[in-house]
């Protein structure tokens, strides 16, 4: 069965440092996502993103985040100069259409780590 | 605004007991429901949704839920539970009538299944 897929699984890096989170979505999906979970907390919506640019984001995705899809496969997070408050770990999603009414498929997520 | 709850932190249930994990929402208009399923170090896996129909949904591994419009829940149920059934539950709710496509995920509730 086809699945997401996140790199690396785990991620530590110093405050003010870039660091890029990437997934490869599910190969014949059209629209993707980043969420982000702080440990014991909600699930958080960050972005959506189609056909090339961001559909939806939310007040969590500010300027120190960017997404890209660099190429036909991977899909990849940005951020600029982490905090420690974006420790956290980040799930890419993936669904073939619109998610109103489509389920999402998940990868495994990046635990990021800021020291 | 789409909100959702999930009051129980965990849930324990003894191998072949039922079991019920909890879901109630908040929208201004018809919603869409979701269960998803994670198990350790692994992304969100879907269950089931509700979108429209009969309220009561069928999904994977014998899950059941039943959407309820007068109490504005969905609980997820399973007849019989399994010790692999161990794993962190998110409900999550999107709202028809408002102009976001992303649903909003509860915090996750806690299945431990004892043998």
């Known amino acids: 069965e086809p699945e997401v897929t996140q790199t690396p699984s785990h991620q530590v890096t110093q405050m003010g440092q870039e660091v890029i989170l990437r997934c490869v979505p599910i190969?014949?999906?059209?629209?993707f996502y980043w969420y982000r979970q702080i440990l014991g907390q909600k699930v958080e919506f960050l972005v959506s993103f189609y056909n090339n640019e961001i559909s939806e984001k939310s007040e969590i995705f500010d300027d120190q985040f960017s997404v890209e899809r660099p190429d036909g496969s991977n899909f990849t997070l940005k951020i600029r100069s982490t905090k420690l408050e974006d420790s956290a770990m980040y799930f890419c999603a993936s669904s073939e259409a619109r998610t109103g009414a489509y389920e999402q498929y998940f990868g495994p997520g990046t635990r990021l780590t800021v020291t | 605004a789409q909100s959702v709850a999930q009051p129980e932190d965990q849930v324990n249930v003894a191998e072949g007991n039922p079991l019920t994990v909890k879901c109630t929402y908040s929208v201004s208009g018809n919603p869409y429901l979701f269960w998803y399923v994670q198990y350790p170090n692994r992304g969100l896996q879907f269950l089931l949704k509700?979108?429209?129909?009969?309220?009561l949904v069928k999904g994977s591994y014998g899950f059941e839920a039943e959407f309820n419009k007068s109490q504005t829940s969905f609980h997820l149920k399973k007849p019989s539970a399994l010790v692999s059934d161990s794993a962190l539950y998110f409900c999550?709710?999107?709202?028809?009538?408002?102009?976001?496509?992303?649903?909003?995920f509860g915090r996750g509730t806690s299945l431990i299944v004892h043998p």
């Open positions: 190969s014949n999906h059209l629209y």
């Open positions: 509700y979108i429209t129909g009969d309220n």
């Open positions: 999550a709710v999107r709202d028809l009538s408002g102009g976001s496509y992303i649903p909003t």
